[in-house]
């Protein structure tokens, strides 16, 4: 596609529940990223994929969070018996392989846990 | 442990004034900056970006600026426009490249008319 898309733009959802936020990278970008932005701050690195696997899971905040790529594409990150302080902004972005290559983000979801 | 930062969260300019934004870096392996804008409900907008070995890059309207001796960013925003108004982040990709960004706090560029 032309950009990063993600899915869906926003979710409300009650504490206790999984919730699955969906992202699209750019078509031909092998690496991916999740990132977390809480109201007023800055982004929170969370997990990078290259192609299907997951070398740096280093900023996931607790087992609760768990995510994986299928066929070098779309990324699922899932937040199990989510908590009041899960809620956030969630974005995710790609670049076209590794390193110092640009970093597109996509417009991220609002996670709301009541 | 690496971290970004920003010395002043609010900017208030004129429209048609110069800007400029900085940022600190407490990393002085870091190799690779960005900055990103970021308006409201929408994900972050790449600007321009500068490697360790250059101190100066420029853009369309926008120049970034990297002083390795003090660990210092700038990004200077020329003929500020309203359309200019966001968040903007600075960030950090550490050494090597690296595969995550560590970003700032963010400054928040108001363009009054």
């Known amino acids: 596609g032309a950009g990063v898309s993600q899915s869906p733009s926003n979710k409300v959802t009650e504490k206790g529940k999984d919730v699955e936020l969906r992202c699209d990278p750019i078509s031909g970008h092998t690496a991916l990223y999740w990132y977390r932005q809480s109201l007023g701050q800055g982004l929170e690195f969370l997990i990078y994929f290259q192609g299907n696997s997951a070398p740096d899971k280093s900023g996931l905040p607790s087992d609760r969070f768990s995510a994986e790529r299928t066929g070098g594409s779309v990324s699922t990150l899932t937040i199990q018996r989510t908590q009041q302080e899960d809620s956030a902004v969630y974005l995710c972005?790609?670049?076209?392989?590794?390193?110092?290559?640009?970093?597109?983000f996509g417009p991220g979801t609002r996670l709301t846990v009541l | 442990g690496e971290s970004v930062g920003l010395h002043l969260p609010t900017l208030s300019v004129q429209e048609g004034d110069n800007s400029i934004i900085n940022c600190a870096y407490s990393n002085s392996a870091s190799d690779y900056f960005i900055w990103y804008k970021q308006e409201s409900g929408k994900g972050p907008q790449f600007i321009i970006d500068i490697r360790s070995n250059m101190d100066k890059r420029q853009g369309q309207r926008v120049t970034v600026l990297l002083n390795k001796t003090v660990k210092h960013l700038s990004l200077q925003i020329a003929a500020t426009q309203p359309g200019d108004s966001a968040v903007y982040f600075c960030a950090d990709s550490g050494t090597g490249g690296g595969n995550k960004l560590t970003f700032g706090t963010g400054t928040q560029l108001k363009v009054e008319l």
């Open positions: 972005a790609s670049s076209l392989r590794q390193s110092t290559d640009t970093q597109y």
